[in-house]
């Protein structure tokens, strides 16, 4: 573990995240992986062993503006190489009763031992707490200082959180719904149709990015997601794609397309980014958009697409929540504008 790394979540900020899945799994205690730390109230001993919880895990699947549910493109990926739990007192104070970590991939279930009463259980899936920090932690409200970076999290492995409340007692269960804190922006098809004087011409070297990315998210938050940093703003920037684990995040390449029906279609995509709901665009927080980018007649042109913020977008405020699915149709019938940072009109 490097020292940037447990300097940054000392000051409220953190590393890593993972996408859902539509499938259950419980996680059972193993000593090889796993080892409890105890707050000195009424944390068990082996003298005196608390009582033991059956903890299982759910992945809540992405949600799509409307409403809809979807399931996750990646039905065979491993989602966990490290789970970090933390038991508190369901009470006023909220004080740690227990914590375990295990390292296991996919691992299939936990029992966590705590003293008796009303618990609040809290799961964070793949993010690489520092010792420093997870030792730091003697109330719930310590994990609301950790903070979650696009810059540090993985598709294939996203960082996910999750909470439940409990009683602790012999033979309870309790289920915790895990979510990503990244959310998914898809071109289902795009196909360059253009009318008029440009009729039977098409985009070429196309390529699809994100601009005005949100960088950092609070690991716990579920609403009101405001950008503190943010990547690509006002068009692709080649230092900001060093920055992430891997460019493809966040833009690809499609090409010169194949002919379809008098035009042109260039496949789909799947792009990531954090949430970002702010109300009022500004320098310091723009919106997240979709940028098409290509050449036609040798000059660049783009149709930047604010995503989440037309006339009719779905449920929920407008922008990019946590754990959403936003999917394109997007056909081109006209030539696009000369900067990413305009907003060009599209036919969905």
Known sequence: ?????????????SPRAL??????????????????ACAPQESPSPEKPGPVTHIEWAFR???????????TRADDWYLIRRMDLFVF??????????????????????DVRSASGAKRAVAIANLPLPDGFVTSVSH???????????TEDDPAFPVM??????????????????????????????????????????????????????????????????????????????RDLARLPYSGMVYRY?????????????GGTA?????????????GSPFTRLVIEGLLDGKTCYYAIPVNRGDAPGDGPLGIGRNRRYVFDITLTRPGTESPGLDAAITP
């Open 61 to 71: 699947p992405t949600e799509s503006p409307g409403g809809a549910r979807t399931g």
């Open 89 to 110: 007192d369901d009470d006023g104070i909220r004080a740690l009763d227990s914590y375990t970590r295990s390292f296991a991939y996919s691992p299939t279930s936990v």
């Open 161 to 238: 959180s999750g909470e439940a409340r409990f009683m602790a007692g012999e033979d309870r269960n309790c289920a915790i719904s895990l979510e990503p804190v990244m959310s998914t922006v898809e071109i289902h098809s795009l196909k360059c149709q253009f009318q008029g004087s440009y009729a039977g011409q098409s985009l070429k070297r196309v390529k699809v990015y994100l601009t005005g990315i949100s960088c950092r998210s609070e690991l716990l938050r579920q609403e009101g997601f405001l950008p503190t940093e943010s990547l690509n703003v006002g068009g692709l920037s080649e």
């Open 19 to 36: 996408l859902p899945l539509s499938l259950i799994l419980s996680l059972a205690f193993a000593s090889a992986f796993c080892f409890s």
């Open 1 to 13: 573990m490097n020292t940037s790394r447990i300097n940054l979540l000392r000051n409220g900020l």
């Open 140 to 150: 719930y409200e310590d994990l609301h200082k950790v903070i979650a970076e696009l």
């Open 271 to 283: 792009l990531y980014c954090y949430p970002n709901e702010t109300d009022e665009e500004t320098l």
């Open 254 to 266: 499609l090409g010169n397309g194949t002919p379809a029906g008098g035009g042109r279609v260039y």
